[in-house]
């Protein structure tokens, strides 16, 4: 899809873009290529917190997020999309989980109540922070 975006002084008109090349999460033009994959904020926030957060929820969603249990080892602070490297069919049921009740506004209640320094901030936001001092 092509959107035609007028330039403003004060406004920007981005789209993320997880970059699998360089393991991030990239604000570009919403004009610009690429225009895949698909990415949702779900996709870009802080791996490691996105995975704990999505840990609380495992009791009352095992049939959806019962699998992360699986996962060994660290999860990385890289992009959630890329820290947690799931098959197609794992981030079908992360998906799946969000679309149910009212999981998002409880999954970001819990992710913003969970942010400490111990978590780096995507390097997404910190620019947004640019645009706003």
Not at 28 to 51: C, H, M, R, W
Not at 119 to 126: G, L, Q, R, T
């Amino acid at each position: 899809m092509n959107y035609d975006v007028k330039n403003y002084p004060n406004l920007f008109c981005k789209r993320m873009v997880n970059c699998i090349q360089s393991r991030s999460t990239k604000l570009v033009n919403i004009q610009a290529n690429p225009v895949s994959p698909a990415t949702e904020i779900e996709d870009a926030l802080n791996g490691k917190l996105f995975y704990e957060t999505l840990c609380h929820f495992i009791e009352d969603y095992r049939e959806q997020l019962g699998f992360l249990h699986e996962i060994d080892g660290e999860v990385s602070q890289e992009s959630s999309k890329v820290a947690l490297d799931l098959k197609a069919s794992q981030w079908s049921k992360i998906e799946q989980f969000f679309d149910m009740d009212n999981n998002k506004f409880l999954f970001s209640q819990k992710y913003a109540e969970s942010l400490s320094g111990d978590y780096d901030e995507p390097s997404w936001i910190a620019e947004i922070r640019g645009w706003l001092s």
